[in-house]
């Protein structure tokens, strides 16, 4: 199973768009990876909400298709 | 979810202050994540409790769709999810974790 960095970022590209997206590979086997995401999408949202807002947008796929996601969100200065 | 799976949620979360559903046990956690909040509890020497989830499917999948946060480790504060590894890192290294276990008298 898994997902390539393309397809993990096009999902959540499509669900937080106007968002800063950075993801970085953990282990190369399409598994584990870590993601920062800047976007106006998380202000006044505590932290555990932005990282649903995340885990929404992965919907299923977080979990099953994807093992492990590392999350950091932050909200762009103003 | 099966009622007695969400009892049984409901019953941990409830009678425990600090409640933590892992993968594995303090001990011998089979997750590198919930070995992270393990460690973090052990080293603000916060006493909790614990539940593996590997030994019931039923609850491995139930607490997700309970508190509809789809991973596991998590960690209830009072009742109340705190996080999963990566926040409960985050507020430990900014030091909103052992704050909230002081003003809720929990720190041993």
């Given at each position: 199973m898994g997902m390539t960095k393309d397809e993990l970022f096009e999902v959540l590209n499509n669900g937080l768009s106007e968002s800063v997206i950075e993801i970085q590979d953990?282990?190369?086997?399409?598994?584990h990876y870590a993601v920062k995401i800047i976007s106006n999408k998380f202000r006044g949202l505590s932290k555990i909400n932005q990282h649903k807002l995340v885990y929404d947008v992965l919907g299923k796929k977080m979990g099953y298709t994807l093992h492990a996601l590392s999350i950091k969100t932050e909200v762009p200065k103003e | 979810m099966d009622k007695k799976i969400k009892e049984s949620i409901e019953q941990e979360i409830n009678s425990n202050d600090v409640h933590l559903f892992m993968k594995g046990t303090p001990l011998f956690p089979q997750c590198g994540f919930s070995s992270t909040v393990v460690q973090i509890l052990t080293y603000l020497e916060v006493p909790f409790t614990t539940t593996n989830v590997l030994d019931n499917e039923g609850i491995r999948e139930g607490i997700k769709e309970f508190s509809n946060?789809?991973?596991?480790p998590q960690l209830y504060v009072k009742g109340e999810l705190m996080g999963g590894c990566d926040i409960i890192k985050e507020m430990f290294e900014n030091g909103e974790l052992k704050e909230i276990f002081e003003n809720e008298n929990l720190l041993s």
């Open positions: 953990l282990a190369g086997d399409n598994d | 946060w789809p991973t596991i």
